[in-house]
């Protein structure tokens, strides 16, 4: 489009008393060309008739000088067909000043500003939404217990059409096996009757609702809007069970003619086979397996009859009065282990939690049902009923028949006759106990089914399942906090036992949250725009293949695997898996990568834009690029806090910092600017990254650049990566200021003026 530019200064908020606006407009008109106006509020009704009355007569892009981008975002979008560029004047130049600021420099930051968002203007260009040829609107469900069968109804209810996939032969998982069920009303006392059985008669009476028993996916390729699933009968084996991994170096060779793809047909089967059909989304409910528990030997498990795990004892509960194992004598009593003890004194059993505790509780119920004398007792580490459970767990402990103590459990041993002796220690009695019991029951976890096992089995050059799985113990997950429900894989979403521990009451609202996130996604595709966390985004990313090197960097490093590979092994987009994160435009060492409003030349341009004096070793200059998600919502934050922050720093928000390409860094310091701040989401154990590992990929590449600038006689020490949360708007100021006086005893740039 032809560009008629026009910038606007707000003088309100205190804005126009800080700075000198004449001369910010002078910059403005005279060193970018752009004719400037000024309002005392461009948010009032008057300031925005003045710029709607621009626009009537012909201005298309508006860069407006006021407060955060993050704010007034409705009073500055002037339509899908005009582009609008904020200049973060309040927040990140008046608010942040400080009492004793100097107004020199308070204003050179606003004059940067200024510039840099005129730049940004003139570089951007209005996105084109990208559209599927053909969408499938119909949502996959795999997986038939309780999550799979709530996310499926709650699907074909707001009409659309699910089919359910579930591997064995009738529908209900676990559930079906149930002899009661946890409370799920007030007063939250008793259990209540199953209600599985109903639940199974609404999916299958259900006219949007196909079921499919005794199968299994073997292969789901494609993207969002246009899956192609491909069926087994469970047991069976596909040649695409197992499909081999395939590293960077046997891939060069595959692209070269010199190996064998062993996936080589997968794409031409997966096209062929009649067995496949099409999907917009897949919810994922595959649900849970029971944590092995036999590794505990001085518990007995796998070797004693009568030691059996909490799966084990629910079974058995369903089918009639409980049992030994051993002989088939009923039981009087029955200890329920909820912790290994041994050494290990304070630790859970792998993947016990809240569930397992309730469980143990109802369970303990059972015995007291089938016995009014029966004996039960709870031995624990940790007790945990959150919420409207804490009056289940009142029941539990005014029955006079169960007993709960915390306790270290040291052995339990056969005493020939069938009866158990448990020998427990540090109890709440601060007594050692010896219990004569007829069974043992240990809470063996809720192990994820994508633990070990692909279960989703993705057609993707990046394998069959989700990346880096260990962060979460398998579970599969994007961001637990801030995005449940979605998966490292756009258009899947999980729920249920695959994605955290949850009781029938918690599935069904996270079955609900899954199939709404699913027809979020078909709908997002349909309009051509991105999904979570960039909702509505219209911009994807453009490849220059001309130039590309098929170095596979933008592929093994996308968190969410949307790029494959095409037959000469160039890079292949998908781009509704695509969640516009940028992170394959800051691997590409071509810079041949961008979006329509976010590429490399418009921030290297923007850095190039700020003024870096070279006569005045004081007025240095240091870049921060600053996540969007996290650390720029923290600085806003602190700055409506009146705390101050360093007017030496220039900030520029990106969309993570995985998308920062190394280049902007070689442009801020061979412009002579001082340092280069990197302020980015935690990562690690706890990461927060709204895109998994951005700010993980900027801290590896800024180690590589550190080795560069020291070969060039700069100090790696320039450049840095900082971690910050959306929380931290007390203490940036901190971080902001110790890198500066970092920076300050380094001293100027060497390169300031070349």
Not at 140 to 164: H, K, N, R, S
Not at 291 to 306: M, P, R, T
Not at 457 to 478: H, I, K, T, V
Not at 719 to 735: H, L, S
Request: proline share 4%.
């Amino acid at each position: 489009m032809d560009k008629n530019i026009r910038a606007y200064i707000c003088t309100g908020c205190g804005i126009g008393e800080a700075l000198d606006i004449e001369a910010l407009s002078e910059v403005v008109s005279g060193e970018m060309s752009t004719e400037c106006k000024t309002h005392e509020a461009l948010c009032s009704a008057a300031g925005r008739a003045m710029i709607d009355g621009d626009i009537n007569e012909g201005v298309n892009t508006v860069v407006i000088g006021a407060c955060s981008p993050r704010v007034m975002q409705d009073e500055f979008n002037f339509g899908d067909d005009k582009i609008s560029v904020r200049a973060n004047l309040r927040e990140n130049v008046v608010w942040c000043a400080g009492e004793d600021a100097d107004a020199e420099y308070v204003q050179e930051q606003a004059a940067d500003y200024m510039r840099m968002a005129c730049t940004q203007a003139d570089k951007t260009e209005l996105p084109e939404a990208f559209q599927l040829e053909s969408i499938n609107k119909r949502i996959l469900v795999m997986g038939g217990g309780i999550a799979g069968l709530t996310a499926a109804l709650e699907a074909a209810d707001a009409g659309y059409e699910v089919e359910i996939v579930e591997k064995s032969d009738a529908l209900g998982g676990k559930a079906v096996n149930w002899r009661k069920q946890l409370p799920t009303r007030a007063p939250w006392n008793d259990l209540e009757e199953p209600s599985i059985g109903d639940l199974i008669k609404q999916v299958e009476s259900h006219s949007n609702i196909v079921v499919k028993t005794g199968t299994e996916v073997a292969r789901i390729s494609g993207e969002p809007g246009e899956y192609l699933a491909t069926f087994k009968a469970s047991g069976t084996k596909s040649e695409w069970d197992a499909p081999a991994k395939v590293g960077v170096d046997e891939q060069d060779l595959i692209d070269k003619g010199e190996m064998e793809d062993p996936n080589a047909g997968l794409q031409h089967y997966m096209a062929a086979n009649e067995a496949g059909e099409k999907f917009g989304s897949v919810v994922l409910a595959t649900g849970w397996i029971p944590a092995d528990v036999s590794g505990y030997e001085h518990l007995g498990h796998g070797k004693i009859a009568n030691v059996v795990t909490n799966a084990q004892f629910e079974a058995m509960a369903s089918k009639g009065k409980i049992t030994r194992p051993s002989d088939g004598k009923p039981v009087e009593s029955v200890a329920f282990i909820q912790s290994p003890g041994g050494e290990e004194d304070d630790k859970d059993f792998p993947y016990c939690n809240s569930v397992t505790s309730l469980v143990a509780l109802k369970q303990a119920m059972f015995v007291r049902e089938d016995n009014p004398e029966a004996k039960a007792y709870v031995l624990y580490q940790h007790m945990r009923t959150p919420g409207q459970m804490e009056l289940f767990y009142k029941t539990a402990q005014n029955d006079d028949g169960i007993f709960l103590t915390k306790a270290t459990v040291t052995g339990v041993e056969d005493k020939g006759d069938g009866s158990l002796m448990v020998a427990a220690r540090n109890t709440l009695l601060n007594e050692d106990l010896l219990l004569d019991v007829d069974m043992v029951v240990l809470a063996a976890g809720m192990v994820p089914t994508t633990h070990d096992e692909a279960t989703i089995n993705l057609a993707y050059r990046q394998g069959p399942a989700f990346l880096d799985l260990e962060l979460f113990d398998g579970y599969a997950d994007s961001n637990f906090i801030c995005f449940p429900y979605e998966t490292r894989r756009t258009g899947v979403y999980a729920c249920g036992g695959v994605r955290k521990a949850t009781t029938m009451e918690e599935t069904v609202d996270d079955a609900t949250g899954a199939a709404l996130k699913a027809i979020q996604c078909i709908e997002s595709v349909d309009r051509g725009v991105a999904v979570h966390p960039r909702s509505g985004d219209k911009t994807y990313p453009e490849f220059f293949f001309q130039r590309c090197t098929q170095c596979k960097r933008c592929t093994e490093e996308c968190p969410f695997g949307a790029l494959d590979d095409d037959e000469k092994g160039t890079p292949k987009p998908n781009y509704t898996r695509c969640r516009r994160c940028g992170t394959c435009m800051g691997a590409c060492p071509e810079r041949i990568i961008g979006f329509k409003d976010y590429n490399v030349d418009m921030i290297g341009s923007m850095i190039k834009a700020i003024e870096v004096p070279d006569d005045d070793d004081d007025k240095l200059r240091i870049l921060a690029l600053v996540c969007e998600n996290d650390a720029y919502p923290a600085l806003d934050m602190a700055a409506m806090r009146r705390h101050k922050l360093n007017n030496l720093v220039r900030f520029i928000s990106v969309r993570c910092l995985g998308s920062v390409n190394m280049v902007w860094i070689k442009d801020a310091l061979s412009s002579g600017m001082d340092g280069v701040v990197l302020l980015g989401c935690k990562f690690g154990d706890d990461y927060q990254c709204h895109f998994v590992k951005g700010s993980e990929l900027a801290d590896r590449r800024m180690e590589n650049i550190g080795e560069t600038l020291g070969s060039l006689g700069l100090e790696p020490e320039r450049v840095a990566v900082r971690q910050v949360a959306i929380t931290d708007y007390d203490t940036i100021p901190e971080v902001i200021n110790e890198f500066v006086e970092e920076i300050i005893e380094l001293g100027p740039n060497p390169f300031k003026g070349f």
